[in-house]
């Protein structure tokens, strides 16, 4: 995957993270969230750093599949297309009416 296909998958996924870390420790203080019915054993900063690289792994997820999905099938197959927009091989276009 190019630079750019990248950067469209892992900057809205950056931005929108922070976001989800701001909406939710709006509400959520770190201090009392429990794992296994025990306290978890992190300081607050620690939390924060966790959720948001949870956060920002599931936006990017999300983010991906939308690329993934956005794409051609000649660019699923890595085939080159010519200036008429036929596959290099000279495999023909198949018309849908």
């Known amino acids: 995957m190019g630079a750019q296909?990248?950067?469209?998958?892992a900057w809205p996924a950056f931005l929108?993270?922070?976001?989800?870390?701001m909406f939710v420790f709006a509400f959520?203080?770190?201090?009392s969230l429990h794992w296994f019915g025990q306290?978890?054993?992190l300081s607050r900063e620690a939390v924060y750093t966790l959720a948001f690289f949870v956060f920002?792994?599931?936006?990017?997820a999300s983010s991906a599949l939308?690329?993934?999905l956005a794409m051609s099938p000649y660019e699923m197959n890595r085939r080159?297309?010519?200036?008429e927009g036929q596959p290099e091989n000279g495999a023909k276009k198949v018309k849908v009416n």
């Open 5 to 9: 296909r990248m950067m469209w998958i």
């Open 16 to 21: 929108l993270a922070g976001v989800a870390e």
């Open 28 to 31: 959520v203080d770190p201090q």
């Open 39 to 41: 306290p978890l054993a």
């Open 56 to 60: 920002w792994g599931l936006t990017m």
């Open 66 to 68: 939308t690329v993934l």
């Open 80 to 83: 080159e297309l010519s200036a």
